[in-house]
Every structure is written in structure tokens, then in C-alpha cells.
């Protein structure tokens, strides 16, 4: 008998990866920007806010996201394009 439900993103490379997808689909600002409101809502649906810090921390480490030093917004990196092709 099971008492706990699954956790999709308790796996921080698989919660970095969803980071990514979902900051590939939202529209950027000026100069690549994408606000981390933008990328947290959608995650939230599935995942928990310590997923979350763990799979940006994780795509920050792997290169696939920047982070602006005030938190603020991220930008998708080079090396994220090799990511969301082979899906």
C-alpha cells in the first residue's frame, strides 16, 4: 500500500530539464530575459519550490540556464539548445 504520491521533479536533473522546456516556451524580454515568475507558476503545478531551487541550481551547473546575479530573471544558454533537441 502506498501512502505518498510520486514526485515527477524530485530528481533534480529531471526538474532542470522541465526548467528548461518551460523556459524555451515562454516569450523572452528585452535581450533574452525571462522572468522567473515566468518559469516558477508553471512548474509549481507539478513540482514543490525545493524542486524548483534544485533543478535551477542543476541547470545552472550543466550551463543550460544563467541566472542574474539579483535573481530576478534567467536567460537560456547555448548549450540548452542540444537539450530540447533531442526530445
Excluded at 515568475?37 to 540556464?65: T, V
Amino acid at each position: 500500500m502506498k501512502h505518498t504520491e510520486e514526485r515527477p521533479y524530485a530528481d533534480p536533473e529531471a526538474a532542470a530539464r522541465k526548467l528548461v522546456e518551460i523556459a524555451a516556451s515562454v516569450e523572452a524580454v528585452q535581450d533574452g530575459r525571462i522572468y522567473t515568475e515566468r518559469i516558477n507558476a508553471p512548474f509549481l503545478f507539478k513540482g514543490s519550490g525545493s524542486e524548483f531551487g534544485a533543478g535551477l541550481r542543476h541547470a545552472i551547473e550543466r550551463g543550460w540556464l544563467s541566472k542574474h546575479e539579483s535573481g530576478t530573471y534567467v536567460k537560456l544558454m547555448p548549450s540548452s539548445e542540444d537539450l530540447l533537441a533531442r526530445k
